[in-house]
């Protein structure tokens, strides 16, 4: 069973950055696509960025493409997301994803472990 823990949400102002972490654990059989998820209230869940961890190709959002950053640690089983340039609309619960899926793309509906979210406003 895998489980993913997030860390690292806050408050930060407008232009500031954040860094989020995901670990993951529980099973030898680590997702092999890790994305991160955002909800803002009253809006759906929209994908934020995923990365393949078998080669490190890395996937965005054209909302956050050039400001954030995924990466991975293979040796700590964790994966980053690295926001830059906040800006309000970015305020929401990000929550960390994993899938085994032959396509890893950000929004992939195979994701089916999650995290349980860590909150991130930007004012």
């Known amino acids: 069973h895998v489980q993913l823990v997030e860390s690292g949400g806050g408050s930060v102002q407008t232009g500031g950055s954040v860094r989020l972490s995901c670990v993951v654990s529980?099973?030898?059989?680590?997702?092999?696509?890790l994305g991160w998820f955002r909800q803002a209230p009253g809006k759906e869940r929209e994908g934020v960025a995923a990365i393949n961890t078998n080669g490190g190709i890395t996937y965005y959002a054209d909302s956050v493409k050039g400001r954030f950053t995924i990466s991975q640690d293979n040796a700590e089983n964790t994966v980053y997301l690295q926001m830059n340039s906040l800006k309000p609309e970015d305020t929401a619960m990000y929550y960390c994803?994993?899938?085994?899926?032959?396509?890893?793309?950000?929004?992939?509906?195979?994701?089916?472990?999650w995290g349980q979210g860590t909150q991130v406003t930007v004012s």
């Open positions: 529980g099973s030898s059989n680590i997702p092999n696509c």
């Open positions: 994803a994993g899938a085994t899926t032959h396509y890893c793309y950000v929004g992939n509906p195979d994701f089916a472990n």
